[in-house]
């Protein structure tokens, strides 16, 4: 087989892909349609273009999973993170950069390296042979969405993502909730059990609802089309179309009995389902939402039981193309259906800048070892890259798989540390540490040139 790797997108995670590799010694071909095919979003034909903030956000290793991201990616050598590093701008505790600079950099860093080439091209089909990455990120283009589509079935390709928040199990009070299925569906104990229930009274409710109608909410980006459809509207366009229409919908209180307070029965219910395999994370059913982020906080945290809720991430809508990685892709990133593809960045399910990058890293190592011959030691789950990717390719529920940010959530319960908020600093210090150490092993045990 052809030993050249094949890049399709020059975003964050095509970039960073490519130069891991080409630092490798693989030569690596770039695809990228810009600036000749256009998106609604990018303005320029640079690699690495920043589409909206211009912010990788906390740059905190100790007590931040994006950072602890930013701390491991710069250790393995990142493209993205040390091009962000020298053009950064005064932003506290965030890593913002100056964005035209630092993609401008990106660009002629990869076209400086003598095997990194970049053809002008929109790729529109998946290739049967040779060495390939998708990292045509959420906006990848129409035709190669149609060709993909075809490849894993309707139903495993997302064009929209529509997040319900989801919340620390630790942050919710289980003195007011309890965890029921409706009429207690489900063979064993533990699908008898599988939902958290938040009670409502009909005041709560009533309070709940003008919430709703009277929060901030987000605007769609010009070009990107409302296009939700009935199984997955926003909660407040649900209130909008009549004050009883989530007591009738979500927060139906029907085959559910508080056994906190059996005699009354709750005029409203809120459901929350498990997000994860480790059981640390729970996503609100039925809650996607385009109120503002801050707007989000206020307004769950009126939900009896979430009073004290922290947010592993809040809800939103938005043109995305995503894969349903779980079911479609194997611990390397590659389609199990075509191992010759292996997919990066947004587009598996992850979400962010950073997210995306860090993602384009671990595919360009594991696309070089592979053509190079190397054995690459598996990622170590307890880092953040092996937390994120652990979660998108087994980890997450594969029904109600959505993207997903880099989060504490995501990693492996730390023994003999206190849980809930108090405990949040020494936990959050005690899963860097582990991250940092696992990290460097993992870095040491493979062939890279300095
Ligand atoms: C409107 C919008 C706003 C966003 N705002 C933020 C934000 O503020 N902060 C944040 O962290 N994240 C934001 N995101 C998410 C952000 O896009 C990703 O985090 C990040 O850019 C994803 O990196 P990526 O490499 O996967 O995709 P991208 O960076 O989008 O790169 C994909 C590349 O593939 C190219 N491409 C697509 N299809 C083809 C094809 N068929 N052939 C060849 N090339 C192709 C595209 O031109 C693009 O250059 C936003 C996304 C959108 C859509």
């Given at each position: ?74 250790q393995a050598g990142s493209l993205i993170m040390t091009t962000a590093g020298e053009h950064r701008l005064p932003a506290g505790g965030a890593l913002a950069v100056d964005r035209d600079p630092f993609s401008e950099a990106v660009t002629a860093k990869l076209l400086a390296l003598p095997n990194v080439s970049v053809s002008e091209e929109e790729v529109t089909e998946l290739p049967s042979d040779g060495h390939w ?55 064993t104990e533990e699908e008898q059990k599988a939902y958290i229930n938040c009670p409502m009274t009909k005041e709560q409710y009533e309070g709940f609802v003008d919430a709703l109608l009277a929060a901030e909410k987000t605007e769609f980006h010009e ?228």
């Amino acid at each position: 087989m052809d030993k050249t790797l094949h890049i399709v997108g020059g975003g964050m995670a095509g970039s960073e892909a490519a130069w891991q590799a080409a630092r490798l010694g693989v030569d690596v071909v770039i695809h990228e349609m810009r600036p000749k095919v256009e998106t609604f979003a990018h303005r320029t034909g640079n690699l690495a273009e920043m589409v909206c903030s211009n912010s990788f956000r906390s740059d905190d290793h100790e007590q931040n999973a994006v950072g602890l991201l930013h701390w491991e990616m710069r250790q393995a050598g990142s493209l993205i993170m040390t091009t962000a590093g020298e053009h950064r701008l005064p932003a506290g505790g965030a890593l913002a950069v100056d964005r035209d600079p630092f993609s401008e950099a990106v660009t002629a860093k990869l076209l400086a390296l003598p095997n990194v080439s970049v053809s002008e091209e929109e790729v529109t089909e998946l290739p049967s042979d040779g060495h390939w990455i998708f990292a045509t990120g959420p906006l990848t283009s129409g035709a190669l969405g149609k060709a993909l589509q075809q490849q894993t079935g309707a139903e495993a390709l997302a064009f929209f993502d529509a997040i319900a928040p989801i919340v620390y199990f630790d942050t919710i009070d289980m003195d007011t909730a309890w965890l029921q299925s409706r009429y207690d569906k489900g063979e064993t104990e533990e699908e008898q059990k599988a939902y958290i229930n938040c009670p409502m009274t009909k005041e709560q409710y009533e309070g709940f609802v003008d919430a709703l109608l009277a929060a901030e909410k987000t605007e769609f980006h010009e070009g990107e089309t409302a296009g939700y459809f009935d199984g997955c509207l926003p909660i407040e366009v649900m209130a909008e179309r009549g004050r009883e229409t989530l007591r009738h919908g979500p927060m139906k209180p029907i085959g559910l009995t508080n056994p906190h307070n059996p005699e009354q029965k709750a005029y409203a219910v809120v459901q929350l389902r498990r997000d994860n395999a480790l059981g640390t994370l729970y996503n609100i059913v039925g809650f996607q939402t385009k109120m503002k982020y801050g707007a989000q906080t206020e307004v769950f945290r009126r939900i009896p039981g979430l009073e004290n809720a922290s947010f592993a991430r809040l809800g939103g809508i938005h043109r995305n193309t995503f894969l349903n990685s779980p079911t479609l892709l194997d611990a390397q990133m590659r389609l199990r259906a075509r191992p010759n593809l292996r997919f990066a960045g947004q587009i598996t399910g992850v979400e962010g800048y950073v997210e995306s990058a860090s993602m384009g890293l671990l595919a360009g190592r594991m696309a070089a070892a592979e053509i190079l011959g190397h054995e690459l030691p598996a990622v170590p789950q307890d880092s953040a890259h092996g937390a994120l990717i652990h979660h998108i390719t087994g980890g997450a529920e594969a029904k109600t798989f959505q993207p997903m940010n880099v989060n504490f959530g995501l990693f492996r319960p730390l023994e003999g540390l206190r849980g809930g908020r108090r405990g949040r600093k020494d936990r959050y210090k005690g899963y860097t540490d582990r991250a940092k150490s696992v990290w460097q092993e993992w870095l040491a045990a493979q062939e890279v040139p300095a």
